[in-house]
């Protein structure tokens, strides 16, 4: 499931379903890139043919730097290195095809993270932003990551109930459905529960016939936390 995250509203905004064979890059092909937008991804989708058209399209990309990637600096900028920026450079590719590829400069920040140590070597198109806010929009890329967990965890997503395809792409519909049903519930009622909790409420209230908004009232909540509508009660009690 290829997923791009709308940050504004912590929604997909984009999913692809493909097969396994099916390389992330390639899902690059799909996307309509919105001018003026942030596109943060990590190293497998390091194409630089496609970041070039991301380029084109005017929009701004963030991503990963492999080891074998090859080039030849040509600027570099000072930098803070108290802030953890080790060198913020405008660099020319010179790989096989590079001036074809990506015939313009692209910027090169190489960063050590102060929380974990590890040296991480960042590429983008802009130029303009701050190096530290660089690091920060990348940082926001693990949104995807906790979505994809959330899913699995809460929606059935780690086995599947059938093998066709068919029933695999149908449950992982269904589950993408849900979540942003629950995340449209939370924003039109303004309630303060998380996604989890109020698809917690409306598992177990799911066979009650009360008014939507009800079942997200602090009394009702209370009274029906431990109900299950499905198991009958030995006594009237």
Not at 91 to 110: C, F, H, M, Q, S
Not at 155 to 178: E, H, P, T, Y
Not at 211 to 236: A, G, I
Request: proline share 2%.
């Amino acid at each position: 499931m290829h997923t791009k995250i709308n940050l504004r509203g912590k929604i997909p905004d984009f999913v692809l379903v493909s097969t396994g064979k099916m390389h992330d890059v390639n899902a690059m092909d799909f996307i309509h890139w919105q001018p003026g937008c942030w596109y943060v991804m990590d190293r497998s989708y390091l194409d630089f043919v496609r970041l070039y058209h991301i380029h084109q399209c005017q929009a701004w990309f963030v991503t990963r730097s492999k080891k074998n990637t090859q080039y030849k600096r040509v600027y570099s900028k000072k930098v803070d290195k108290s802030k953890g920026i080790l060198c913020d450079q405008k660099v020319r590719l010179t790989g096989t095809n590079a001036l074809k590829d990506y015939p313009e400069l692209i910027r090169r920040i190489k960063f050590i993270d102060g929380e974990t140590g590890k040296r991480l070597v960042f590429l983008t198109n802009n130029m303009q932003a701050d190096a530290v806010t660089i690091t920060q929009v990348y940082k926001n890329r693990w949104h995807v990551e906790l979505f994809l967990k959330w899913i699995k965890q809460h929606l059935c997503i780690k086995r599947f109930f059938g093998r066709s395809d068919n029933a695999v792409r149908s449950q992982i519909w269904i589950a993408m459905c849900v979540y942003l049903l629950i995340l449209i519930v939370k924003k039109r009622l303004g309630l303060d529960y998380s996604a989890y909790e109020i698809l917690q409420i409306l598992s177990v209230t799911i066979l009650l016939k009360e008014p939507f908004s009800s079942l997200f009232l602090n009394d009702f909540t209370q009274n029906h936390r431990h109900y299950n509508p499905n198991q009958l009660l030995l006594f009237e009690l």
